[in-house]
């Protein structure tokens, strides 16, 4: 079973305006952490923002922000200001305990573009 | 730092040929890992490592073996080559695999071509 799921695949912004990205996951597991990751076209993974899932307020790291409803089992991302910049493919990656190697799970991806 | 590195960027191979996937760190972290990359299905698990001579399997293992004598280390061989493992291989590492907060860092990615 699919334990992120991101149900974007393609998504536009207008320069400065704000863009929330989705991304639910799927664990029974109580400790997890969950993660976003950018990839532009040059093909590198750049690690944006971190959420625990023991943490009781929203991550936050400059323009970018976690909406984290653990009840909702859901992590979205939220892109404030966006910049032309920021297109790219952006990943929700889960991390959970030992017994799955404490790997990152990755959802399949948002394509984001940012038009002027 | 250089980070995590990997060579070579860019591969070809013929069906069946072999070769190994270098990947290095210099942060001296415990936890290393492999993953591939193939359109629409996001970045996939083969083998990972939580130290210097202990390796496991993820999701993907068949057809990949991998060793890790030293922590620095994480290379991935492809015994026999198959056009199904044309794919992005990313190698990745953090600290400590038991710290659920550890950000993995990646390396660049080496494009491979199997014929």
């Known amino acids: 079973a699919q334990k992120i799921t991101q149900t974007q695949p393609g998504m536009f912004v207008q320069e400065k305006e704000a863009v929330t990205l989705d991304c639910t996951y799927d664990?029974?597991?109580?400790?997890?952490?969950l993660f976003w990751y950018k990839q532009p076209s040059s093909g590198e993974m750049i690690f944006l923002i971190y959420?625990?899932?023991?943490?009781?307020q929203n991550a936050t790291e400059g323009r970018y922000s976690l909406n984290f409803q653990k009840a909702r089992k859901s992590a979205n991302l939220v892109i404030s200001a966006s910049q032309l910049g920021d297109s790219a493919m952006y990943f929700c990656?889960?991390?959970?305990?030992?017994?799955?190697?404490?790997?990152?799970?990755f959802g399949k991806g948002t394509s984001l573009l940012v038009t002027p | 730092n250089a980070g995590v590195t990997q060579t070579p960027k860019f591969q070809v191979l013929k069906t069946g040929q072999s070769m190994t996937l270098q990947c290095a760190q210099d942060?001296?972290?415990?936890?290393m890992s492999w993953y591939r990359q193939d359109p629409g299905m996001g970045l996939r698990l083969i083998h990972y490592?939580?130290?210097?001579?202990?390796?496991d399997q993820g999701e993907v293992p068949n057809g990949y073996n991998v060793s890790r004598s030293t922590t620095e280390d994480f290379p991935l061989r492809l015994l026999s080559a198959a056009p199904s493992q044309t794919s992005v291989y990313f190698c990745?590492?953090?600290?400590?695999?038991?710290?659920?907060?550890?950000?993995?860092?990646f390396g660049p990615g080496t494009r491979l071509l199997v014929l």
């Open positions: 990745a590492s953090s600290k400590q695999g038991g710290d659920l907060q550890e950000t993995q860092y």
């Open positions: 664990t029974s597991d109580p400790s997890y952490g």
């Open positions: 959420q625990g899932s023991y943490d009781q």
């Open positions: 990656a889960m991390r959970e305990g030992q017994n799955s190697g404490y790997a990152l799970n």
């Open positions: 942060m001296n972290h415990e936890y």
């Open positions: 490592s939580v130290g210097a001579g202990i390796t």
